[in-house]
């Protein structure tokens, strides 16, 4: 199997480097390293058959997490905590730190009588650079709290 390793992670969109998570993974979140071996957050090895044949035969669905860059983790970390816990993007493109319950309406996200900060305005963020995986067209915005506390680099 092991010749085939690299296409079968293709399948998934996945390249080594790369962090997933698997929907009924017990380990999350999962990368792949330059030599395709698949290591939990605890940075132990979980390549084996068993995660090919449930992620191929069984109910797992795969979701590949955004790259992170060194920056963007600097970042998280501190707006975590100072107490924020969402990144959103407006319409406009403005990035934008959140508390609290948050509503989409047709432009921007707003956190009802919590604050809101403009990160190009506080801190070293280019909106058209840094944190590019996170959208207008996002459903649901970016937990800082559950990237800090199970992601973080």
Same mark, same amino acid.
């Given at each position: 199997m092991n010749n085939k390793v690299p296409e079968f992670f293709k399948l998934f969109d996945l390249?080594?480097?790369?962090? &997933?998570? +698997? *929907?009924?993974?017990? #380990?999350?979140?999962y990368r792949l390293t330059e030599k395709?071996? !698949? =290591?939990? #957050?605890?940075?132990?090895d979980c390549t084996s058959d068993e995660l090919f044949l449930s992620l191929l035969y069984g109910n797992s669905t795969? %979701?590949? =997490?955004? %790259?992170i860059t060194e920056k963007e983790d600097r970042i998280l970390h501190? @707006?975590?905590? =100072?107490?924020? %816990?969402? =990144?959103?993007?407006d319409k406009n493109g403005f990035l934008m730190a959140l508390s609290g319950a948050l509503i989409k309406t047709?432009?921007?996200?707003?956190?009802? #009588?919590?604050?809101?900060m403009h990160l190009s305005r506080? @801190? *070293? !963020?280019? !909106?058209?650079?840094? &944190?590019? &995986? +996170?959208?207008?067209?996002?459903?649901?915005? &970016?937990? +800082?709290?559950?990237?800090?506390?199970?992601?973080g680099q």
């Open positions: 390249k080594p480097g790369d962090r &997933f998570e +698997i *929907s009924d993974g017990d #380990c999350n979140p395709y071996q !698949v =290591l939990n #957050c605890e940075n132990t795969v %979701k590949k =997490l955004p %790259k501190a @707006l975590y905590d =100072l107490g924020w %816990k969402w =990144l959103a993007r047709f432009n921007a996200w707003h956190a009802p #009588c919590e604050a809101r506080m @801190l *070293s !963020v280019d !909106v058209s650079t840094d &944190f590019q &995986f +996170i959208k207008w067209e996002d459903e649901e915005p &970016f937990r +800082i709290e559950k990237y800090v506390e199970e992601y």
